[in-house]
């Protein structure tokens, strides 16, 4: 058999089953140790990645600078100048205002965290397009209902990007100018409707395609692309949650103790463990 052509959206060359594994164990990890160092440490590991896949480190940095920014900003105000309680240690006040220990540890622990999971998604989700999807989510036994929903959910996010484009320069052939922020807000409820419409006739089109062409007449449809299943990804599947539950145990149990955000803090010399 001959070799397939690369497929757009290869991502690292992983097996697309393999992806949707390694992001869960990183979602768990992320979230299941109270430790700044595991986000981070999932971060620098999406950046390598990001910067060893074909889509580049441009958009997946831009993507995380977009979307975790303005969380960044928020927690970073919330959190570290109006942290509640009269037992904090105080870095700077100004007025109502004041800059305290606890606040910046609980902020940096979220925006880690967020950062994280929103860095690893995002690669994931710029070297996967919704064949890959189906076809990782089939190869981990997901019922055929449940993939076929996911993946056609991410073929939908071009398609709502497209329709976007098209709906805001047809407003601007009729003299609306779109380049304007305000008229962008004031046309957007129009332009969100008629692609919710779109949608939901294009999910039932493509539903009435598939029941004619059989989709689910079989327990286990054969993939949409060929793509090769090495042994050592079989056997990453496997390992990866393996070790992640051992490591969230561990850490849960106190037998892998890791720095919180205060101590890192305090090891930085900002204020007092």
Known sequence: MTEPPPVRGAGLG?????????????????????????????LLAAAIGAVRSPTGFGRWAV????????????????????YPGDSATVLGEWGPVSVTVEGVAIALQLWLRVAAMIG???????????????????????????????????????L????????????????????RLGTRVRLMPG???????????????????????????TPRPAPLQD?????????????????????VAAS???ILPLPGAPDILAGLGVGHA
């Open 14 to 42: 992983l097996h697309p089953a393999t992806g949707l594994v390694l992001l869960l164990c990183a979602l768990v990890l992320i979230y299941g140790i109270a430790s700044p160092l595991v986000p981070v440490t999932v």
């Open 63 to 82: 993507t995380l600078a977009v979307l975790s920014g303005p969380m960044l900003v928020m927690v970073g105000i919330v959190q570290g100048l109006f």
């Open 120 to 158: 690893v998604c995002a690669l994931f989700a710029l070297g996967t397009d919704s064949a890959r999807a189906f076809d990782g989510l089939r190869r981990l036994r997901i019922p055929l209902g449940i993939a076929y929903v996911c993946a056609t959910s991410m073929s939908l996010v071009p």
């Open 160 to 179: 709502v990007r497209d329709r976007t484009r098209q709906a805001l320069a047809a407003r601007a052939a009729r003299g609306w100018n779109t380049a």
């Open 191 to 217: 332009i969100i409707g008629s692609l919710l419409t779109a949608a939901l006739v294009q999910l039932d089109q493509r539903h009435d395609t598939l029941t004619q062409r059989g989709f689910g007449s």
């Open 227 to 247: 793509r090769p299943d090495p042994l050592v990804e079989r056997a990453t599947r496997w390992a990866a949650p393996v070790c992640t539950v051992a490591l």
């Open 252 to 254: 849960i149990s106190g």
